[in-house]
């Protein structure tokens, strides 16, 4: 496994790659790997010739200083991870690398997308991640390119960039990867206290609360979030940053349930902020 932490030694390694006809699968990270993120692996060993991982912590996508300064960083066990799953190259930046000083900042956004969730309450997240990916996209060069749909925020938000700009790439959507009491898989999962991991639990079993209060025929949007916000809340320390219900598609709010819809989550569990998506099919 190749590991690089500059431009030049990626784009030459890449270069060589393209001239000898390989395709390129891209899975963006911030390191603190864990199977979600390998799932994202897999499917990119499956579809493409040369696998590249980014581990970095991005600092412009971060609304919360404190939020960055904690976030978790384990490069050792990150790099063993990859190297067993069969990554090709790990590119490993620093800060000074993506962000040289004497270049002027850009700003990319994609309002309609980002009017809700995480877009209404990280104010300059998107930003931050249309920023560093599409200089990821530029750098690394992908056929194809593989996001969680755990943030399906984010791939809604990077899927439209990548139509809007003709980036000559495609985005594939992978599944969300979760532990056995169905908590999503995420790096700041490691962060909660024994109790906190407990009170989490609640968020899969909301989840659930929600598909059988669909099926015993509850309609009215505004009743089935009061049901799920009492079941998040009642006797937990938890605090909802949003539960929101939206079209899978533009993300704008859902005025009936009827079709398709996205029921979306971001919780604060002592001072981790947990998010979590799934789309519900209501039954006519
Ligand atoms: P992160 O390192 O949290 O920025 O995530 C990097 C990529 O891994 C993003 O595309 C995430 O959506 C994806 N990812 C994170 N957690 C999971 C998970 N539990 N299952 C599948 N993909 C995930």
Redesign the pocket.
């Known amino acids: 496994m190749i590991v690089v932490s500059n431009i030049q030694e990626l784009k030459k390694q890449i270069g060589d790659w393209k001239k000898e006809g390989f395709s390129i699968g891209f ?11 390998m ?2 692996v897999e499917a990119s060993k499956k579809e493409t010739n040369k696998t590249i991982v980014s581990i970095f912590v991005n600092p412009t996508q971060f609304n919360d200083p404190k939020d960055f300064a904690q976030y978790p960083v384990k490069t050792d066990d990150d790099l063993r991870l990859c190297e067993e799953k069969g990554v090709d190259l790990v590119f490993l930046p620093d800060v000074k690398t993506m962000y040289p000083e004497t270049k002027t900042p850009i700003s990319l956004s994609i309002p309609e997308l980002q009017k809700h969730l995480c877009g209404r309450t990280r104010p300059g997240h998107f930003e931050g991640v249309l920023q560093i990916v599409s200089k990821l996209f530029h750098l690394t060069e992908p056929n194809k390119t ?6 399906y925020q ?2 809604r938000v990077i899927s439209a960039m990548v139509e809007n700009l003709n980036f000559p790439l495609e985005v594939i959507g ?5 532990e056995e009491d169905g908590l ?4 700041r999962n490691v962060r909660l206290s024994r109790k906190d991991r407990e009170t989490a639990s609640l968020i899969p079993r909301m989840f659930a609360l929600a598909k059988k209060t669909i099926l015993g025929g509850e309609r009215e949007i505004r009743l089935w979030k009061e049901i799920l916000r009492d079941f998040l809340l009642t006797g937990s320390s938890l605090r909802i940053d949003y539960l929101e219900v939206v079209d899978p598609i533009d993300l704008q709010p859902k005025e009936s349930l009827e079709g398709e819809v996205l029921l979306a989550i971001a919780v604060f569990v002592g001072d981790v902020r947990l998010i979590d998506n799934q789309i519900i099919s209501i039954p006519n």
């Open positions: 899975c963006p990270t911030m390191g603190s790997l864990h199977l979600g993120h799932d994202l593989f996001f969680g749909l755990k943030d984010q791939f992978v599944p969300t990867r979760r999503a898989m995420s790096s």
